[in-house]
Nanobody, 125 residues
Framework: QVQLVESGGGLVQAGGSLRLSCAAS????????LSWFRQAPGKEREFVAG????????QYADSVKGRFTISRDNAKNTVYLQMNSLKPEDTAVYYC??????????????????WGQGTQVTVSS
């Protein structure tokens, strides 16, 4: 398993931007599929975006398509989530998740065996 540490959360006004980072330990970062999930109070954890270990193809939840972008820098062992045009409904704790060489659909939290501690994102109206 890989150790994950998120950062970059905070308070932002609606329409603003934030970039989340997730730094991973280990020397085989490039072989991990990585995703971002979020959980708002009283709601279930939901998929936000994912990026494959091979080829770097991406998947997004419909609610964030066109506003959020996931990317990775294998040299820095880091995955990013650029969030633009933020809305109050984006308010949640955002978690980074990883799994070795996963392909296919990425939106099931059960497939991941490494999780970060989460970072709070609050969007004010």
């Amino acid at each position: 398993q890989v150790q994950l540490v998120e950062s970059g959360g905070g308070l932002v006004q609606a329409g603003g931007s934030l970039r989340l980072s997730c730094a991973a330990s280990g020397r085989t970062f490039s072989s991990y599929t990585l995703s971002w999930f979020r959980q708002a109070p009283g709601k279930e954890r939901e998929f936000v975006a994912g990026i494959m270990w091979s080829g770097g193809s991406t998947q997004y939840a419909d609610s964030v398509k066109g506003r959020f972008t996931i990317s990775r820098d294998n040299a820095k062992n880091t995955v990013y989530l650029q969030m633009n045009s933020l809305k109050p409904e984006d308010t949640a704790v955002y978690y980074c998740a990883a799994r070795w060489m996963v392909t296919g659909r990425l939106d099931y939290p059960e497939i991941y065996n490494s999780w970060g501690q989460g970072t709070q994102v609050t969007v004010s109206s």
